[in-house]
């Protein structure tokens, strides 16, 4: 009997073992063939890996991140609309490459232009929507250098809109990670950045996306791809998981097959180690706030914990939150003003600080008003 338990133990514990994939716990430089890479959480900004992040290079495609953040900024901001009607200037339609084949003088909308830029990764596409916007690329392409500099890309000079190999249209790792962040928080842009065939010019253009990513990974988002000679395969992968988002970029591969696998690699070690906690509200900040000389004794409180805190997986137990909130106030008190703070702690390091707040005004104690409303209950007796 003890042969037989020890031989089914044996044999479930041989199951386990071949059917459980084992997290990614540590990944070297080794592991990673791209010369240059990084691994990014897409709301806080941290960096989970890096290879060579501020190493100067050519991104190819993968230009078009910044060209899609401002089209996306110009639409939020009611400058053009998706239905709006785009020309196709001789310039664009001169680009070659990656692109439709749009004709000089051909219409399309700002929607279909973008879908043929993120898809297709089309260069004249992406010309076509930046003279709609700014009148002619060289404007377009100032204004993708004021924006870089606004995100703090040190590393970044764009000489073009599209990625097309041209002398000093440089970037690195870390700004690509940086623009493909700010990007992302226009969710729009999934709805683009997750199709894999479409077609356009009714059907009679299809197109399929760059990113093989998108029918391999589990979570792929999106986010473009980009290959040149200078550039090499370069990819700025973006996947999430619960509430886990992550930005993998791969700069200069030497293969468009190395380039998904690396992006690939780096996304599963975020995933394997990393986790997002959202917080939870310590009811002392429920409790009100006596009010000094006020219409009101008390105030009621309130915090916005929007967000979530990125641990290392196992780590999330740790979380602690300390209530500093003031014992009393003095009126006159606005709505929304700050009368303490929750702070969220892993040992010494401070994840996360929230303001509390009140949630209504109270007016400094009027002796008039407070006469007329004894009165006024003096005379409903």
């Known amino acids: 009997m003890k042969k037989y338990i020890a031989a089914l133990l044996s044999f479930i514990y041989l199951f386990l073992i071949s059917t459980y994939k084992m997290p990614v716990f540590a990944i070297s430089n080794d592991d990673i063939t791209a010369p240059s890479a990084i691994l990014m959480e897409a709301n806080t900004g941290k960096v989970l890996y890096e290879k060579n992040p501020h190493e100067i290079r050519a991104c190819a495609s993968i230009t078009k991140v910044m060209t899609l953040l401002l089209v996306m900024e110009a639409i939020d901001d009611g400058k053009i609309s998706m239905e709006d009607k785009v020309t196709t200037s001789e310039h664009a339609s001169s680009m070659g490459g990656s692109d439709i084949w749009l004709e000089p003088g051909e219409v399309m909308t700002v929607d279909e232009m973008i879908k043929a830029t993120v898809v297709a990764s089309a260069n004249d596409a992406a010309v076509a929507l930046a003279e709609h916007l700014c009148g002619t690329e060289d404007d377009f392409v100032a204004e993708m250098n004021k924006k870089a500099a606004e995100l703090g890309m040190k590393d970044t000079v764009f000489k073009n809109c599209n990625g097309l190999d ?58 473009k791809t980009g290959t040149t000679s200078q550039a090499g395969s370069c990819i700025s992968a973006t996947a999430k998981r619960n509430n886990l988002s992550l930005i993998s970029v791969v700069l200069g591969s030497a293969t468009g097959k190395e380039r998904f696998k690396d992006a690939a690699i780096l996304l599963d070690y975020g995933f394997a180690n990393y986790v997002v906690t959202e917080p939870i509200l310590p009811e002392e900040v429920l409790e009100p706030v006596k009010v000094i000389n006020g219409m009101k004794p008390y105030v009621d409180t309130a915090a916005d914990l929007s967000g979530g805190f990125l641990t290392q997986k196992g780590q999330e137990k740790n979380i602690t939150s300390e209530v500093s909130i003031q014992e009393e106030v003095e009126a006159p008190i606005n709505k929304g003003q700050e009368v303490g703070k929750i702070i969220y702690k892993l040992g010494n390091e401070v994840l996360s600080e929230y303001p509390i707040v009140t949630v209504e005004s109270v007016e400094k104690i009027n002796f008039s008003d407070v006469f007329n409303i004894l009165l006024k209950s003096l005379t409903n007796l």
């Open 166 to 223: 041209e002398d000093g249209h440089l970037t690195s790792a870390f700004d690509v990670a940086i623009m493909s962040k700010e990007l992302i928080k226009h969710e729009k842009i999934y709805e683009y950045t997750s199709i894999w065939m479409d077609s356009l010019r009714d059907g009679k253009t299809q197109i399929v996306n760059t990113n093989k990513l998108l029918k391999s990974y589990k979570g792929i988002t999106g986010l």
